[in-house]
């Protein structure tokens, strides 16, 4: 069983900058793919970034890239979404969510963490 716990949500004004961190335990990282998923009302669930962590290729949405960097720290096994430059359109739940695989584009993840809530001011 993947457990995800996510942190570092809040409000923050265009332009800036927000990190988020999702701890993770799971019976192995060994092909373990984690990213982050972001809802916002009334607009469909968009997957902004994802990582490999053995490999540690990294996929971006089209929306986030230049702005955001997903990365992991295998020593506290926890994944950052830094968030530069934000846009109130970014403004969303943003979970953190796993699967077992290789693929970072599709989606088919089956470990949801409980989300934390990103807003950014006009």
């Known amino acids: 069983q993947v457990q995800l716990v996510e942190s570092g949500g809040g409000l923050v004004q265009t332009g800036g900058s927000l990190r988020l961190s999702c701890e993770a335990s799971?019976?192995?990282?060994?092909?373990?793919?984690l990213a982050w998923i972001r809802q916002a009302p009334g607009k469909e669930r968009e997957s902004v970034a994802a990582i490999s962590w053995s490999g540690g290729n990294t996929y971006y949405a089209d929306s986030v890239k230049g702005r955001f960097t997903i990365s992991r720290d295998n020593a506290k096994n926890t994944v950052y979404l830094q968030m530069n430059s934000l846009k109130p359109e970014d403004t969303a739940v943003y979970r953190c969510?796993?699967?077992?695989?290789?693929?970072?584009?599709?989606?088919?993840?089956?470990?949801w963490g409980q989300g934390t809530q990103v807003t950014v001011s006009s």
């Open positions: 799971a019976p192995t990282f060994t092909d373990i793919v």
């Open positions: 969510v796993a699967k077992y695989g290789s693929d970072l584009v599709r989606g088919g993840y089956n470990y």
